[in-house]
């Protein structure tokens, strides 16, 4: 079993619809990040978290540290929010810089 | 300046080429990471700088050799090369290794050996 679980693995969505994107973990950890990817491109860090819930934009993140869990939310979504969005731990037992990524969640929105 | 930049972009080269990756930083980012990304896969961890001094190598063949010539740069220098490391290399800088900051990662560049 990984240490991150991404759920679902594709997600296909119609515009303006609301999507969750979700990650459990079983390690314990001291950040995770959320991150999106876009086809063929580099990678942009959309928020970091270590405790609660943050938003930009569109995007809200939360984070459940007892239940080892995070939810990233997309309100209104919209084609090009179609990517890639994986979901990465920073092992709290290490300092090392060593993140644990999940499988990643393949988002399309349809127009 | 919140940008990391990788160059070049593209690249493609033969298994007997000797070339190399640049990453280049202003934000005063003293932890630079190189990773490794297949298609289709997430990132692999392969060198961890932390103040110009490296901190990690992930079992990484020696045909991969980094660099951290000063704080604001990070180099991958690639020698006699396989087919299979074909893939895309993402250069990220953090405040610290420290896990608690954000991530900044470039663009990526994306390496194909022939």
């Known amino acids: 079993k990984n240490e991150v679980e991404q759920s679902p693995q594709n997600l296909t969505a119609q515009e303006g619809e609301f999507i969750t994107i979700n990650c459990s973990y079983s390690?314990?950890?001291?950040?995770l990040h959320w991150l999106q990817q876009h086809p063929g491109g580099g990678i942009v860090s959309l928020f970091m978290?270590?405790?609660g819930k943050k938003k930009h934009g569109r995007l809200i993140a939360t984070i459940n540290i007892q239940e080892k869990h995070s939810s990233l939310h997309i309100t209104a979504s919209h084609p090009r929010d179609s990517a890639v969005y994986i979901c990465?731990?920073?092992?709290?037992?290490?300092?090392?810089?060593?993140?644990?990524f999940g499988q990643g969640t393949t988002l399309q929105v349809k127009p | 300046d919140t940008e990391v930049t990788q160059t070049p972009k593209h690249l493609v080269m033969g298994m007997t080429n000797k070339k190399s990756l640049k990453c280049e930083q202003h934000?005063?980012?003293?932890?630079m990471y190189w990773y490794k990304q297949k298609a289709k896969k997430p990132p692999e961890l392969m060198f961890v700088?932390?103040?110009?001094?490296?901190?990690i190598n992930e079992s990484v063949p020696s045909r991969f050799s980094p660099e951290c010539p000063n704080s604001s740069l990070l180099n991958l220098h690639l020698h006699a090369l396989q087919p299979e490391d074909s893939a895309l290399y993402l250069c990220?800088?953090?405040?610290?290794?420290?896990?608690?900051?954000?991530?900044?990662f470039g663009e990526g560049s994306r390496l194909t050996v022939l």
């Open positions: 990220a800088t953090g405040r610290g290794t420290l896990n608690t900051g954000e991530l900044f």
């Open positions: 390690v314990g950890i001291s950040a």
């Open positions: 934000m005063g980012h003293r932890a």
């Open positions: 990465a731990v920073a092992d709290g037992s290490s300092n090392t810089g060593k993140l644990i």
């Open positions: 978290l270590s405790s």
């Open positions: 700088y932390s103040y110009e001094k490296l901190s």
